[in-house]
């Protein structure tokens, strides 16, 4: 029986099979497992994979051919057949996830639609922020498991068929995390293309290799990984055949020269022979050598002689999101957080205000949810629109709002998708002037129930920052009470809250308009006396 891990949570009691599919640059993967939200774990229940090379397509061509698609279509149709016998029918229990190869093709839209139509799979395009974050989920068991390896800085490293994914560790919070244009399919397709030698080829790597890690150095001015934390089926593979037993779910720990022994070994023998002797097929042989060839290169550039290789994948990452549907666990809202104020002091916000804000905006949406009607994931953005309302004064006072929208949405922020993005940049836009108009760039694009959603986040945060109007943190929380069609809102604090509730009515028209109630600020010991 599959070991279970454990993932911390906040979810109803209740077990439920789920699956995810996974539209890869070489093949379609399928996970079934078993979420028991009680307790928190997931056990593996079962496991497809078809090799189709949509990377082929995309990478040099820049669309994906009808064949290719048809293709998909035929294994995607083998995996509905597989979940109905499974039972799993509910949409909100399957996800299907693409990442670069269909990301970058010109005719993404075309394929994510022939696929539905033959399927009823609605493919999420994962962006590049997305998937660190599914795979800083993935590092965390290993993070509560394995500390001792996780004492000082570790860098993350995953390379698939059409990108290399980054994550900068310092102990268990991230604090660099991107993807580079270098994959193992991506760069044997290009090597066909231009027929190089072995030698030649090693050459273009070390030269795409290096490129990335001086990207890397000059973002990470005091970065000093003791650990290479390798991800991947490609370094997977070797670490099962130089140690002789399966990477289980504990990091495994591989010498740099004995790793680099193996890949010389690998890249010395003709893709077929490879393919014959490790009952492989025969796209994964050709990858194999590169893949394994960056994951050396950059433990050599960096100077980093101890190898981790865990057992972790994007779809593991998927899965243990699936455990809290309805927003972010404490783990990753803590890393987002973790950002925005790395962000905020970049552009010299003031971060006693902007924390203040954002507590205040929280507790408000707690007070208020019966009201709102939004899920956690909405008091996770909230709370990063208050920490980065104000961060646009860095370039002008004068239309800070606007300024502060452009910086987020430009910034990047660990984990955020691009619509998530735009949600959090909106809502940071209007903390003052204008309220959302359609002729709005950017709100305008977003469907109703996200327009809504950004309303309402936006009417919260212009309450809590009129609550802290002076800056000093006067008014510590708030408490809600409804009397018909008035909220009474019982400021806790401080007595004289005159200057609180002048600001107050200059900004609740928003909230009052869309939420129909009457606003009015007390102070709690007013209430009491």
């Not at 504990?250 to 023998?269: A, R, T």
């Not at 990858?287 to 960096?302: C, D, E, T």
């Not at 998708?417 to 959090?424: A, L, P, Q, Y």
Request: with cysteine; proline share 2%; aromatic share 6%.
């Amino acid at each position: 029986m599959p070991a279970e891990s454990t993932f911390s949570r906040k979810s109803p009691t209740g077990i439920e099979l789920v699956a995810v599919i996974d539209i890869g640059s070489s093949s379609l993967r399928m996970q079934i497992a078993e979420i028991n939200h009680g307790m928190g774990t997931i056990r593996h229940i079962d496991f497809f994979s078809q090799a189709v090379s949509i990377g082929k397509d995309s990478f040099l061509a820049g669309t994906i051919e009808k064949k290719t698609i048809e293709d998909c279509v035929m294994v995607l149709r083998i995996y509905r057949d597989k979940l109905n016998e499974y039972g799993i029918t509910n949409a909100d229990r399957i996800r299907v996830i693409a990442t670069s190869a269909v990301r970058e093709a010109t005719n993404r839209m075309a394929f994510c639609d022939r696929v539905f139509i033959a399927t009823g799979f609605e493919i999420e395009p994962f962006d590049e922020a997305e998937i660190h974050r599914v795979t800083y989920l993935g590092i965390v068991p290993f993070i509560q498991s394995q500390p001792r390896f996780f004492a000082s800085q570790s860098l993350v490293c995953e390379v698939g068929g059409g990108t290399t994914e980054l994550l900068l560790l310092d102990q268990s919070d991230v604090k660099f995390s991107k993807t580079y244009r270098l994959g193992s399919l991506r760069l044997q397709k290009m090597m066909e293309v231009y027929d190089v030698s072995i030698a030649k080829s090693r050459s273009m790597i070390e030269n795409q290799v290096q490129q990335a890690i001086s990207d890397f150095r000059g973002s990470t001015k005091h970065a000093r990984p003791e650990n290479v934390i390798g991800l991947g089926g490609d370094i997977r593979f070797a670490a099962n055949e130089i140690n002789h037993q399966p990477v289980g779910d504990e990091l495994v720990e591989l010498k740099l020269d004995d790793l680099e022994s193996f890949v010389n070994e690998i890249v010395s023998q003709q893709e077929d022979n490879l393919a014959a002797k490790y009952h492989m097929s025969l796209p994964d042989a050709q990858s194999l050598g590169p893949g394994l060839l960056i994951q050396v290169m950059i433990a050599r550039r960096l100077k980093v002689n101890r190898f981790l290789v865990g057992k972790s994948n994007l779809r593991d990452g998927v899965i243990k999101e699936m455990i809290e549907p309805r927003g972010w666990s404490d783990t990753i809202q803590t890393q987002i957080v973790q950002s925005a104020i790395r962000l905020g002091r970049k552009f010299k916000f003031n971060e006693n205000h902007a924390r203040h804000v954002a507590k205040l905006a929280c507790n408000l949406f707690d007070e208020l949810k019966d009201l709102h009607q939004l899920t956690s994931r909405y008091r996770g953005m909230l709370e990063l629109a208050c920490l980065l309302h104000e961060i646009g004064v860095y370039i002008s006072s004068k239309s800070r709002h606007k300024h502060s929208a452009y910086l987020i949405r430009n910034s990047g922020l660990f984990g955020m998708g691009e619509r998530d993005i735009d949600m959090v940049a909106l809502v940071a836009r209007y903390h003052r002037g204008a309220i959302p108009l359609p002729r709005h760039d950017i709100y305008s694009q977003l469907g109703r129930k996200s327009r809504v959603a950004v309303s309402k986040m936006a009417a919260i945060l212009r309450i809590a920052k009129s609550l802290d109007v002076k800056r000093k943190q006067r008014v510590k929380s708030v408490r809600a009470e409804f009397k018909g069609n008035r909220l009474d809102l019982i400021g806790k604090g401080t007595v004289d809250i005159t200057m609180e509730q002048l600001e107050l009515r200059q900004n609740v028209g928003m909230f009052e308009v869309i939420f129909g109630k009457e606003v009015s600020l007390l102070s709690s010991r007013t209430v009491y006396e």
